[in-house]
T-cell receptor, first 109, second 114 residues
Framework: AQRVTQPEKLLSVFKGAPVELKCNYSYSGSPELFWYVQYSRQRLQLLLRHISRESIKGFTADLNKGETSFHLKKPFAQEEDSAMYYCALFTGGGNKLTFGTGTQLKVEL | DVKVTQSSRYLVKRTGEKVFLECVQDMDHENMFWYRQDPGLGLRLIYFSYDVKMKEKGDIPEGYSVSREKKERFSLILESASTNQTSMYLC?????????????FGPGTRLTVL
């Protein structure tokens, strides 16, 4: 069965420091992976998807099939990055997204 | 802009009551989903629907049922609310089609069962 693991419940960094939010997955098929973000008092929204290979708000994520990881990175954290981040795995056969437990990112001044 | 709306932002009910949570999307999406969001547990799928009158159980369907009579509306029903169903409930929709993986979420309904 598919599974998404986010080992950190809370990650606290200083403004300007690098950020890495960890995500590991288990899935026997070809994975489609996503990062969703929820800012305070806002709805959950898509941040980025691995097949786009794009950078959104300075964040990037590379799919590493050998390590079954999809870590989210940003070189310099900003205060506005403080939010809850969820990694998600799409399994086409099941037509659904499986979410991790989320990591709360707190950027301190 | 895709709009997913939920009938209430906050709801307080008593144990044993029947509770209806409504979700409406305006983008003609085939797929609709109900999740509950709990600290430390993330988002867990309760039920989803890929077409009118069709439904599939998610990971935690016990104690819940759903209804999809119209394409734009997906209702979550708690037949007899219990305190362990106190949670944030999120509705989402997604179009059907190859490469269409982005889900659009509603603002959530925070349900408290006393």
């Amino acid at each position: 069965a598919q599974r998404v693991t986010q080992p950190e419940k809370l990650l606290s960094v200083f403004k300007g420091a690098p950020v890495e939010l960890k995500c590991n997955y288990s899935y026997s098929g070809s994975p489609e992976l996503f990062w969703y973000v929820q800012y305070s008092r806002q709805r959950l929204q898509l941040l980025l998807r691995h097949i786009s290979r794009e950078s959104i708000k300075g964040f990037t994520a590379d799919l590493n099939k050998g390590e079954t990881s999809f870590h989210l990175k940003k070189p310099f954290a900003q205060e506005e990055d403080s939010a809850m981040y969820y990694c998600a795995l799409f399994t086409g056969g099941g037509n659904k997204l499986t979410f991790g437990t989320g990591t709360q990112l707190k950027v301190e001044l | 802009d895709v709009k997913v709306t939920q009938s209430s932002r906050y709801l307080v009910k008593r144990t044993g009551e029947k509770v209806f949570l409504e979700c409406v999307q305006d983008m003609d999406h085939e797929n609709m989903f109900w999740y509950r969001q709990d600290p430390g547990l993330g988002l867990r799928l309760i039920y989803f629907s890929y077409d009118v009158k069709m439904k599939e159980k998610g990971d935690i369907p016990e104690g819940y049922s759903v209804s999809r009579e119209k394409k734009e509306r997906f209702s979550l029903i708690l037949e007899s609310a219990s305190t362990n169903q106190t949670s944030m409930y999120l509705c989402a929709s997604r179009p059907h089609g190859r490469g269409e993986y982005t889900q659009y979420f509603g603002p959530g309904t925070r349900l408290t069962v006393l």
